[in-house]
Nanobody
Framework: QVQVEESGGGLVQPGGSLRLSCRAS????????MVWYRQAPGKERDWVAR???????RYAESVKGRFTISRDNAKSTVYLEMINLKLEDTAVYYC????????WGQGTQVTVSS
């Protein structure tokens, strides 16, 4: 089993920055990709950024150039650095650890508002 816990959300003004963290615990040895998703009110959950165990990254078009995903395998932690935040980035951000199945965290709220 794997437990996933996100942190770092909050309220930020447009143009501001936030750094989210996601720590996995338990049987982390066989985790492959770690993925950030987000879900805005009334919308489906969409993937935001993905990072493989080797550090290869992919981003959704809507966040390219503004979000950076990174990973510290020694700490079983993945980060999402977000800059130039926009109103439409407001959502609950979820972290997913992919192994033989997906393990999800509870999510952390990011609110971008003036």
């Amino acid at each position: 089993q794997v437990q996933v816990e996100e942190s770092g959300g909050g309220l930020v003004q447009p143009g501001g920055s936030l750094r989210l963290s996601c720590r996995a615990s338990g049987d982390v040895s066989r985790i492959n990709d770690m993925v950030w998703y987000r879900q805005a009110p009334g919308k489906e959950r969409d993937w935001v950024a993905r990072i493989t165990r080797a550090g290869v990254t992919r981003y959704a078009e809507s966040v390219k150039g503004r979000f950076t995903i990174s990973r510290d395998n020694a700490k079983s932690t993945v980060y999402l650095e977000m800059i130039n935040l926009k109103l439409e980035d407001t959502a609950v951000y979820y972290c997913c650890a992919e192994r033989n199945r997906n393990f999800w965290g509870q999510g952390t709220q990011v609110t971008v508002s003036s």
